[in-house]
């Protein structure tokens, strides 16, 4: 999309100017969509990953690391890619929309959520691991069943060791939601890419948009990083 | 087998284990049937969209130049941003508090920014601002963003394992005569680099990972990139994403290997000071990273007896 004032040069003298005719807050707003609905979907499907990965069946515990280890290892540009060319051009999956838009938006969320769904496994897992097993042992010996240990002992303390790491993830998600510009979901990098082919601001550009992530990641980390100080288990 | 969240099974928990066991597997079956019929029905498994990868042009015209595209980009990026992020690491641990500023700014900020916008930015920087070749310009642009994401995480990682290592390291250099610079480079710095071997590597992955973004969004002739120029040519876009993934998969299945080989050997060896910086510390420091679960101890891949 041309900036309406391409054709004036003299209008550049204004320094802000070239955000005019663009709508970078919408496309962050579509960052956050994205984040947002990518992240509970991945914390739904990794927390069964994860219960699978720890659960006492050596098949689902195969499976969960199978799946893990396998989606880990592709590029998120290529899941991404293949929500799209494949399972939507060849496979005629439309996740319920006829709308171009929506079903690219549907299918970035869909790659977003198989692939953090492997991290928020792996962060999960390892915050179960972190719970020294004196403690389920202790349990059981005074008398706790398999639910009590779970409910008083064993999750209270893995969930406070797992907020650390699962800031991590939904930081890396945010700015992973920039892939989806691959697939044409009108977001903050899609934007930029535009913005900065047709206006003559470059590192204008690259500050705005830099300055919206750091905006939306600083905030996260910096949070989320004192919870899970605060309420870190003291050992 | 026991772990903390329960004890070793009895007869009841084992009847109960198989049950699930056998409930999982026809889940299993059923979901890898429906994927066959899936792919039957659209006419995805016909040997000709096979075909092509069975005889050498596919491989030597498209999958590897573009392989050989992506590690070259994913070396390069290493190259340089190991020794950029060396300095902004040891800048960290500096006793001046505004070098310690400046370069926590710069590093901080660097790890907020995804490595498509510095991309899409360096592309645009040198198509304007310098006179590198339109042929070059995807390669120029993909290594300089890699490089100044990676740069910003080997940074922590150079720190941290400066950080790793025994206090009387620096004690005895200082108390042998030695200034704050020859401890860091005679003592310090080649043990850290020792110490963050398995990390580096594992940063590793992430950069191959990374490097498809480029293809897709800048025009740069990876793996990926090349995927799309062969399903052109031999209309077949399923097998050919499968191909690729699996050479991703394998590359950095290599890669995690090694890294967990090379954590493995250090903890073993008796020269270092035992400071190793694995890819479990790894996954703290850049959460992109691929964790070496793969037959590590730590990780507990596939019957590596650690119980959860």
Redesign the interface.
């Known amino acids: 999309m041309p900036s309406p004032y391409v054709t004036h040069p003299e209008a550049r003298e204004i320094v802000f100017d070239f955000l005019e005719g663009y709508d970078v807050l919408g496309a962050f707003w579509m960052t956050v969509k994205l984040t947002a609905l990518s992240a509970v979907g991945s914390l739904i499907w990794g927390t069964l990953l994860a219960a699978m990965r720890v659960s006492p069946v050596p098949l689902m515990r195969g499976f969960g690391t199978a799946y893990v280890n396998i989606v880990r290892n592709i590029p998120l540009t290529v899941i991404i890619l293949f929500s799209s060319l494949g399972l939507a051009d060849i496979f005629g999956v439309t996740l319920g929309t006829d709308d171009f838009k929506a079903q690219g938006f549907r299918l970035a969320v869909l790659g977003f959520v198989a692939y953090t769904a492997a991290f928020v496994c792996e962060a999960l897992r390892s915050g179960i691991n972190t719970v020294p097993v004196g403690q389920a042992e202790a349990a059981r010996a005074i008398g706790l069943g398999f639910s009590q240990t779970l409910r008083l002992i064993v999750l209270p303390q893995a969930f406070r060791s797992v907020i650390g790491p699962l800031a991590n993830v939904l930081i890396a998600l945010t700015k992973n939601t920039t892939v989806a510009a691959a697939i044409g979901v009108a977001e903050a990098a899609a934007l930029m890419k535009t913005m900065i082919e047709n206006e003559a601001q470059t590192l204008l550009i690259g500050a705005v948009f830099a300055f919206g992530f750091v905006v939306l990641t600083l905030p996260t980390g910096l949070i989320l990083g004192w919870l899970s100080k605060r309420l870190a288990v003291k050992r | 087998?026991?772990?903390?969240?329960?004890?070793t099974?009895g007869p009841r928990?084992k009847r109960r284990?198989v049950v699930?066991?056998v409930v999982?597997?026809v889940l299993?079956v059923l979901l890898l049937w429906w994927i066959y019929r899936?792919m039957d029905d659209?006419n995805?498994l016909t040997s000709a969209l096979w075909k092509p990868f069975t005889e050498s042009e596919a491989w030597t015209t498209y999958l590897l130049p573009g392989l050989a595209n992506t590690l070259k980009a994913a070396a390069l990026a290493m190259v340089i941003g190991l020794p950029l992020g060396a300095v902004f690491g040891i800048a960290r641990l500096s006793d001046h508090r505004w070098v310690r500023a400046v370069s926590g700014t710069v590093v901080?900020?660097f790890r907020?920014?995804?490595?498509?916008?510095l991309m899409?930015?360096a592309n645009?920087?040198y198509s304007?601002s310098t006179n590198v070749g339109s042929a070059d310009r995807p390669l120029y642009a993909v290594v300089t963003g890699l490089v100044l994401y990676n740069a910003a995480v080997l940074a922590e990682v150079v720190r941290a394992g400066i950080l790793s290592l025994p206090k009387g390291q620096t004690e005895a250099a200082y108390a042998i005569g030695l200034r704050k610079g020859q401890t860091m480079s005679s003592i310090l710095l080649p043990q850290a680099v020792t110490a963050m071997l398995p990390a580096i590597v594992s940063q590793l992955?992430v950069i191959?990972?990374?490097?498809?973004?480029g293809?897709?969004?800048i025009g740069f002739t990876e793996l990926?990139n090349a995927r799309g120029t062969l399903a052109a040519n031999y209309a077949n876009?399923?097998p050919s994403?499968i191909v690729?993934?699996a050479m991703?998969?394998v590359l950095?299945?290599i890669l995690?290997s090694f890294a967990s080989w090379l954590e493995r050997y250090l903890r073993r060896s008796k020269r270092s000071t035992g400071a190793v910086l694995g890819a479990?510390d790894m996954?703290?420091l850049n959460?992109?990273a691929?964790?070496g679960?793969?037959g590590t101890g730590a990780g507990?891949?596939?019957g590596s007896g650690t119980?959860?």
Do not use: C, H, W
């Open positions: 087998m026991s772990s903390v969240l329960y004890d099974p928990a284990n699930l066991s999982f597997f299993l899936t659209k995805q901080e900020f907020a920014i995804p490595v498509l916008l899409l930015f645009e920087f304007r992955v191959v990972k990374d490097t498809a973004l293809g897709v969004m990926l876009v399923i994403f690729v993934a991703y998969i950095n299945f995690t479990e996954e703290e959460p992109a691929v964790g679960t793969f507990g891949g596939f119980g959860v």
